[in-house]
């Protein structure tokens, strides 16, 4: 199909399509004349894809591109993609706080141990939650330390939500399907679980409000 | 204090404190002479609840300008507060996304019936979740489908969370240090939850890959 019905097809407009081609977000189309190229159904896969990480995610075109490069990678296997495209997620999300990282990297270990998760603090996959660990005891007392003191209470919510996200992606039969699953799962994921966070907090506020 | 003060007590530049200033995201200091101002603890604890929302919660000046606003209204209850700031914050989530609004509304509608929600689903409590879901419909196959047959899943996960916020909202004495918590705890929740979860998969991955 032309760039045209690519558009119409996937609701993004024929400027942004192009922007996208420019910045490496989505491949080039088969050439079939100067100024004309054809796009097929992978294209429009991709398109969907691109605005599910951008505009529901929330990730920047950088971001995106950082991610989808481990998508493509020929000649990898598909656990091999699947790690470098979470390992991914997990730093395209990191923002530049200040704190103190060794206190930061105590909270982790010691809530790693309360947990019982099997997994090494120094690793790369502790970077981010370190990270937000020592933004958020930068905060201190302006809901910060409420916010680290119930910490054990966020990573029970965020057990039960990985223990599903792992059955999910293990499901599809195909190697990209299940990739873009993994993917579109975490990133989209988690704007869905805020969105539905605001829901439940709005019932769960009625609830006390007529109990009280 | 003086503006250097400020900056080295909170750990943000001159540069963008000043820029704040402009934006309205931190009140003037007491004028003391011709380009020279005095800060107090209150400047002091309003940056650090700015940099929480803008550099671990990931909002835009803009969106928290409009937050910051709710938390300042002067003579409202405590109540009509956090229910003015949980909307703002609600809706500052919101992004631009192509989709089927009827479709969607039709999906929370049924997801709130299930759950035993009392929310009237055109309440604009409401509206944040039906756009990410029209967002997400409109993602279709590629991850789109697959994430929201599971959004049930996710609901509980979101059910969980909002019944312990609602516990640590409620807990702090002071009217203002409960707003300031409800907000930290749900833009900057929404943070941890997302490294917890991302550490949490890890963590399943290896349990799932030693089983297996």
Redesign the interface.
């Known amino acids: 199909m032309r760039v045209a019905e690519l558009s119409k097809q996937s609701?993004?407009s024929v400027a942004t399509i192009k922007y996208y081609l420019r910045e490496g977000l989505l491949p080039r189309g088969e050439s079939t004349g100067p100024n004309q190229a054809q796009y097929g159904e992978r294209h429009l896969?991709r398109l969907?894809?691109v605005?599910?990480l951008i505009?529901?995610g929330?990730l920047s075109i950088a971001a995106t591109r950082d991610l989808l490069v481990y998508l493509d990678e020929p000649g990898v296997s598909l656990g091999q993609r699947l790690g470098s495209a979470?390992g991914s997620?997990?730093q395209v999300?990191r923002?530049?706080?200040?704190g103190d990282r060794g206190a930061a990297r105590a909270i982790v270990a010691d809530l790693?141990e309360r947990?019982g998760?099997?997994?090494d603090v120094d690793?790369p996959?502790?970077d981010?939650?370190v990270?937000?660990?020592a933004?958020?005891a930068?905060?201190?007392?302006?809901?910060?330390d409420?916010?680290l003191s119930?910490?054990d209470?966020?990573?029970?919510?965020?057990?039960?939500?990985?223990?599903?996200?792992?059955e999910?992606v293990?499901?599809?039969a195909e190697p990209d399907?299940a990739v873009?699953?993994a993917?579109?799962?975490?990133i989209?994921?988690?704007?869905?679980?805020?969105?539905?966070?605001?829901?439940?907090?709005?019932?769960?506020?009625?609830?006390?409000f007529r109990e009280g």
């Not at 993917?183 to 975490?186: A, D, H």
């Open positions: 609701g993004v896969r969907q894809l605005r599910a505009d529901v929330g979470m997620v997990t999300k923002r530049a706080v200040e790693v947990r998760w099997e997994i690793d996959a502790c981010n939650l990270e937000v660990v933004a958020i930068a905060i201190g007392g302006t809901g910060g409420a916010l119930e910490i209470r966020f990573a029970v919510v965020a057990e039960i939500a990985a223990r599903g996200d792992l999910a293990t499901r599809p399907a873009e699953t993917v579109v799962g975490t989209v994921g988690d704007t869905l679980i805020s969105a539905l966070r605001r829901l439940a907090q709005v019932n769960e506020a009625g609830r006390l």
